[in-house]
């Protein structure tokens, strides 16, 4: 069946708790906020902030355990941006689709091999 | 709601003709020892027809109770050579995906058969359970990204 792979698409419950955790703090929230208009360096997210750089970073650190936020450094700048949480879902999907049907190709050449034994050269994918 | 349109292409090489390669695809016999529901599913449906007009269905229940069912119709069936056909995906009997696909079987060098599988799809995004579980959440989360992008602007 092509379906059976959609099962790993079931988030973990504790990806919610991480995710409503990490929102439950004004600040997390104002650089949640922040990040729907786009991504943004480090100092970006703490200048409208009436905290210190090091707690900006531990809000960041919160926000991308929780799965919400992730973050890249190219070479001075950290840039920080959501996560695209339903792309990540349904391309998870799409690619389940293809590998089942690549199992089942895999499956006919192993069929082919015990219906019609030969034994010159090699299968190659 | 939303369509995601995805193509893509699966090729394999097998020693065995395209003839014999067809057979696999057309014989029941051979075709269910690949073409199959795991081992341990329950509620199994299965029947082909195989030729132009005809269909395929296979359908069973996974062990988490899920229900999945996989028919096509053949559009066009050239033996040993190609074979066109459609296909419905179902997951517990809510429509998931369409996909037109073409399988040719093409003769190389050494005899055996260069197989080209060429998918277009059409995928339904408004999942049911289980996918539409985590597909809640990110709706959820779209919602409170919403909310909170007004909260500070206002």
């Known amino acids: ?31 949640v906020a922040r990040l729907t208009r786009g991504a943004a ?34 070479g001075r700048v950290r840039t920080c941006r959501l996560e695209p949480g339903p792309m990540r879902a349904i391309e998870r999907w799409i690619a389940d689709h293809r590998g089942i049907w690549e199992r089942r190709l895999d499956l006919l050449g192993d069929v082919l091999d015990d219906a019609f034994p030969t034994t010159k050269g090699h299968r190659s994918k | 709601m939303s369509i995601r349109q995805h193509d893509f292409t699966i ?7 395209p003839e014999q390669t067809f057979h696999a ?29 005809g269909g395929e269905l296979n359908a069973g229940r996974d062990d988490g109770g899920n229900h999945h069912l996989f028919r096509s119709r053949f559009h066009d069936i050239v033996e040993s050579e190609r074979i066109v056909f459609a296909y419905d995906m179902l997951l517990d009997r809510r429509l998931t995906s369409v996909s037109l696909t073409t399988i040719e079987l093409r003769r190389d060098r050494a005899g055996g058969t260069h197989l080209i599988f060429t998918e277009h799809g059409a995928f339904l995004d408004d999942l049911e359970d289980p996918a539409e579980r985590e597909h809640g959440t990110d709706l959820l989360l779209d919602g409170l990204e919403a909310f909170l992008a007004n909260e500070v602007s206002a």
């Open chain 1, 41 to 74: 360096s480090v100092s970006e997210l703490a200048a409208p902030l009436d905290v210190s750089l090091p707690t900006v970073l531990q809000h960041l650190d919160v926000l991308q355990r929780s799965g919400l936020v992730r973050s890249e450094k190219v």
């Open chain 2, 11 to 17: 090729e394999r090489r097998f020693r065995q003709t």
């Open chain 2, 25 to 53: 695809f057309a014989d029941p016999d051979l075709r269910q020892r690949w073409f199959r529901v795991p081992d341990g599913w329950t509620d199994t449906e299965w029947s082909l027809d195989f030729r132009v007009g």
């Open chain 1, 1 to 31: 069946m092509l379906c059976y792979g959609l099962r790993v698409a079931i988030a973990a419950p504790q990806q919610l708790d991480d995710a409503f955790h990490a929102l439950a703090d004004s600040n997390r929230r104002a650089i």
